[in-house]
C-alpha cells in the first residue's frame, strides 16, 4: 500500500499570469495526458490511498489517474494549496480556491470526503 499526496498536471492557471484570478481553473489537455500519463509511471493498484486537495485541478488529476483502479481517494482541505498567499495577511488567489464539499460530492462522487 502506497499513501500519496497528489498535485496536479498543467492547469488553465498556468498558461498565462492573468489567469491567476481564474476561480477554480480546470487541467488543459496537456494536464489530462500528465494525469493519465501516470498511470504508466507510477501505476496504482486497490491498496493504494491517495489524498488530494479540494481544488478542481486536483481532484481531476486524482481521477484521470486513478480510473479504472478501485483505490480510496481522499479529499481533505488540510493538503490544501499553500503557495498563494505566502503571508497570512494576503489574500488567496481565486485559482487556489478550494470547492465546496457539495460540490466535490456532486462532481466526484466516488471519493471520500474529510476534514471539518
Known amino acids: 500500500m502506497e499513501l500519496v499526496f497528489v498535485r496536479h ?12 484570478h ?3 481553473p480546470e487541467l488543459t489537455i496537456r494536464g489530462e495526458n500528465q494525469a493519465r500519463k501516470l498511470q504508466e509511471t507510477w501505476p ?23 480510473e479504472g483502479i478501485p483505490c ?3 479529499v481533505n ?3 490544501g494549496p499553500r503557495m498563494f498567499p ?11 480556491q478550494i470547492l465546496t ?4 460530492a456532486g462532481e466526484f462522487p466516488d471519493f471520500h ?4
Open 44 to 66: 496504482l493498484v486497490s491498496e493504494d490511498f491517495l489524498i488530494v486537495s479540494p481544488t478542481v485541478r486536483t481532484l481531476q488529476t486524482a481521477a484521470h489517474w486513478s
Open 72 to 74: 480510496r481517494v481522499m
Open 86 to 96: 505566502q503571508k497570512k495577511e494576503w489574500e488567496i488567489l481565486p485559482c487556489d
Open 9 to 20: 498536471g498543467e492547469g488553465e492557471h498556468t498558461e498565462k499570469p492573468d489567469r491567476l
Open 113 to 116: 470526503l474529510g476534514g471539518k
Open 77 to 79: 482541505p488540510a493538503v
Open 101 to 104: 464539499k457539495d460540490r466535490v
Open 22 to 24: 481564474n476561480l477554480h
